[in-house]
């Protein structure tokens, strides 16, 4: 068992930077590939980011060259840092562990946090 905490949310204009972090506990952090997802109102939940166990990451096109994903196994951490934020990254986003190599659907992960709202106005 997993449970996964996120923090960081908030309200920043349009251009502004956040970074959420994503606090882990439980089964050891180094065997899980980590994820960011976020759900806006109305909309299914969509993939962000992604972190393998031993440090490769993917993005999303929608986010790629603004986020940058990144973990600190020391700390059983996962980091997502934001910048140049558009309104229509609006929504909340979502922190999820796998215990498998595949991580751009929300059905390839077996644990998620509870979300943080980040909202960025125009």
């Known amino acids: 068992q997993v449970q996964l905490v996120e923090s960081g949310g908030g309200l920043v204009q349009a251009g502004g930077s956040l970074r959420l972090s994503c606090a882990a506990s439980?089964?050891?952090?180094?065997?899980?590939?980590m994820g960011w997802f976020r759900q806006a109102p109305g909309k299914e939940r969509e993939f962000v980011a992604a972190?393998?166990?031993?440090?490769?990451?993917t993005y999303a096109d929608s986010v790629k060259g603004r986020f940058t994903i990144s973990r600190d196994n020391a700390l059983s951490k996962v980091n997502l840092q934001m910048n140049s934020l558009k309104p229509e990254d609006t929504a909340v986003y979502y922190c999820?562990?796998?215990?498998?190599?595949?991580?751009?659907?929300?059905?390839?992960?077996?644990?998620w946090g509870q979300g943080t709202q980040v909202t960025v106005s125009s």
């Open positions: 439980g089964r050891p952090f180094t065997t899980y590939g």
């Open positions: 972190i393998s166990w031993n440090g490769g990451s």
């Open positions: 999820a562990a796998t215990r498998g190599i595949r991580m751009l659907l929300a059905v390839h992960y077996d644990y």
